[in-house]
């Protein structure tokens, strides 16, 4: 078992839905060029709003805009 393995040994995966895919391209209309976010960050973005839970970045600065999402940096 790497280091990886166990840092993530008690988290729990996430399913990703299709309703996820509408959301991401909503966001992706309303923050892409304003806040240079991409596609993937707004699948994440939108998979964590439906999911109710934080998303946890360094890269702060393209998910601070969007409302209802919590972004908390490592450390």
Known sequence: MNALDVALADKKRCTIKGADM??????????????????ADCFIAATCLRLRIPLVTFNDKHFKPIPGLSVLRPY
């Open 22 to 39: 509408n959301v991401a391209l909503d966001l992706l209309r309303a923050y892409s060029l304003a806040h240079r976010i991409g596609w």
